[in-house]
């Protein structure tokens, strides 16, 4: 008996080595497939988002004394470059909507000083559609910042490090100010612009998501010293006030075509409703 049990124990382990390596082998090829099967799957998002989108977001501010949406109309380029997709984001034209009896506009000019370098989007595809996500890229805006992310922004309006991005002859970037016919005029901005989205793949080839915001600016300069206020503004928590929507145009798109077909494109310029 005991011959007989040490000749089948050999045995069984040569089995059980032998089930391990099937089932590693198994398990390794299903391994395989799935990472190929999400790397196919990735690799087809990248080549069907490739392209020009009409870009609408809106960002809601909220602060001790007012309330605001900035809504900013441009585009977004996405094109697959070695693997990955790189968003390109440039700006035309953009509104003002607030709580109280006051009107605030950027210039179209000062609107399209803002441009944020190119950035590699963050791409995962569940259920056959692409989810997005882009990083921030810190961007001075009416001030030339070493360090966008990190260098403080200026208060002194002759600081050499003031730009007039928009050329209008006023230092950093104009915005008009309307409170009355008797009450209006202009503040000169120095601003960093930090914004991210998280967005969706839709079935109509659209992207939609939400905007997270936690831009920076100073006033340096006013055509009226009333208008001197350093007031920061915060965006609203409840980022569904704050949407992101692109649409996808032809390539020969620009500012002009975009503005003729806002209203087709787009949802009607929100309000304050909260």
């Avoid at 069984?12 to 390596?21: I, S």
């Avoid at 501010?61 to 697959?80: C, P, R």
């Avoid at 905007?211 to 009333?226: F, M, T």
Wanted: with cysteine; glycine share 6%; hydrophobic share 40%.
């Amino acid at each position: 008996m005991t011959h007989s049990t040490d000749r089948v124990r050999p045995r069984a382990r040569w089995l059980v080595v032998g089930v391990l390596l099937v089932v590693a082998f198994t398990l390794t090829g299903f391994g395989s497939a799935t990472v190929a099967g999400a790397s196919s799957a990735r690799q087809e998002a990248l080549e069907r988002l490739a392209g020009r989108y009409a870009h609408y977001d809106v960002v809601a501010y909220q602060g001790d004394a007012m309330k605001t949406l900035i809504i900013s109309y441009g585009f977004t380029d996405l094109d697959e470059v070695d693997g990955e997709l790189v968003a390109r984001d440039s700006f035309c034209f953009s509104e003002h909507r607030s709580d109280q009896p006051i009107k605030v506009q950027m210039t179209d000019a000062a609107t399209q000083a803002i441009r944020p370098i190119p950035v590699k989007m963050k791409v995962a595809v569940e259920k056959g559609r692409a989810r997005l996500q882009r990083p921030e890229t810190p961007t001075g805006i009416g001030v030339k910042l070493r360090n966008p992310a990190k260098d403080p922004l200026p208060t002194d309006p002759n600081d050499p490090r003031i730009a007039d991005d928009d050329g209008d002859g006023k230092p950093g970037v104009t915005a008009n100010i309307f409170l009355s016919p008797e009450l209006q005029g202009s503040i000169y901005l120095a601003r960093r612009e930090i914004f991210a989205y998280d967005a969706n793949e839709q079935r109509d080839g659209s992207i939609t998501g939400v905007v997270k915001d936690r831009s920076e600016q100073l006033v340096v300069g006013a055509s009226n010293p009333i208008f001197v206020t350093q007031a920061q503004w915060t965006q609203h928590p409840d980022l569904s006030k704050s949407p992101i929507i692109l649409k996808p145009v032809k390539r020969s798109w620009d500012c002009e075509k975009l503005r003729a077909e806002r209203a087709a494109l787009f949802p009607p310029t929100p309000e304050v409703d909260w």
